[in-house]
């Protein structure tokens, strides 16, 4: 299988349990990310001079935490999308490193899906994990992302496109990452009792941005025995994730349902059957 992402930890936030089981059970698990994530917050103060608006560097430091994550997962087979640094983190929508020339926001369409077709043609996975049209949540890296794992997996296949990215190859299947609406607002009611006034940086569930209606939900993959690796690989990311938090001291049910449970949306490859979630990413392949 292969997982593209935009910025280091995306990878272990919405999808590393389920990394972790498919190393566990002997498949193979290649992870691309599109940039370095330069633009992101640092949550450790001794590390505070790495942002981008001070001395910058937050990106090869993300570079190391990233490696630590996937030694964590057990995944061995991590590529750069272009090659690292080939493009920047565009940071959120709306702000002007959206118009850097060097950002992924402006990457020319056409060559970022000729890079991934590589990986693709190289690796040849079955299944492809990518992100829905809105990236999630709206984050422009996000939705380029979607925009160029959508196009390679079309072009991948096709021996007219991209004839010297290697021998053409179709996956079988194409998942988007989900998170059921149902459960975030379940995570947003129990962080409320924690004491948490905000949770998510809205005001009310209603306000929620992000999260996929339950009906939409194809696939939930338990990866719950596989759950301290993935916090082992939140842990590698003490610039961006606070595992201590708030966020981390939900009840078991909602945070297992949260981290150990892990939902896709199957948009290419078959349907499940009426009513019935599929339970493994490869089922049908």
Request: net charge negative.
């Given at each position: 299988m292969l997982l593209v992402h935009a910025h280091p930890d995306d990878e272990t936030i919405s999808t590393g349990a389920t990394m972790a089981k498919y190393v566990a059970d002997g498949a193979g698990v290649t992870l691309v990310t599109c940039t370095l994530g330069e633009e992101?917050?640092?949550?450790?103060?001794?590390?505070?001079?790495?942002?981008?608006?001070?001395?910058?560097?937050?990106?090869?430091?993300?570079?190391?935490?990233?490696?630590a994550a996937m030694a964590a997962l057990g995944v061995t087979d991590h590529r750069w999308l272009g090659g690292a640094g080939r493009?920047?983190?565009?940071?959120?929508?709306?702000?002007?490193?959206?118009?850097?020339?060097?950002?992924?926001?402006?990457?020319?369409?056409?060559?970022?899906?000729?890079?991934?077709?590589?990986?693709?043609?190289?690796?040849?996975?079955?299944?492809?994990v990518g992100y829905d049209d809105n990236g999630g949540y709206g984050h422009p890296d996000h939705i380029q992302a979607h925009?160029?794992?959508?196009?390679?997996?079309?072009?991948?296949?096709?021996?007219?496109?991209y004839p010297d990215a290697g021998e053409p190859w179709t996956p079988s299947k194409l998942y988007e990452t989900a998170v059921p609406r149902s459960l975030l607002e379940?995570?947003?009611?129990?962080?409320?009792?924690?004491?948490?006034?905000?949770?998510?940086?809205?005001?009310?569930?209603?306000?929620?941005?992000?999260?996929?209606?339950?009906?939409?939900?194809?696939?939930?993959i338990d990866a719950r025995d596989h759950l301290p690796a993935k916090v082992a690989a939140m842990r590698a990311y003490p610039t961006q994730i606070e595992v201590d938090g708030h966020f981390f001291a939900l009840s078991n049910d909602v945070g297992q349902g949260l981290f150990g449970l892990e939902h896709y949306r199957l948009v290419i490859g078959g349907r499940p059957d009426a009513g019935e979630l599929e339970a493994d990413l490869f089922a049908g392949v």
């Open positions: 992101g917050e640092i949550l450790v103060p001794e590390l505070a001079h790495l942002a981008s608006d001070k001395e910058g560097g937050l990106g090869d430091h993300r570079i190391g935490e990233l490696t493009w920047r983190d565009s940071g959120m929508m709306g702000t002007p490193t959206n118009d850097r020339p060097d950002c992924f926001w402006q990457a020319d369409l056409d060559a970022a899906i000729g890079e991934l077709v590589r990986v693709i043609r190289e690796v040849r996975p079955q299944v492809v925009r160029v794992t959508v196009g390679a997996f079309e072009a991948a296949g096709d021996p007219q496109r379940l995570a947003y009611n129990r962080l409320k009792e924690l004491g948490d006034e905000a949770p998510f940086g809205v005001a009310s569930p209603d306000e929620l941005t992000f999260g996929v209606p339950d009906e939409r939900i194809t696939t939930a």
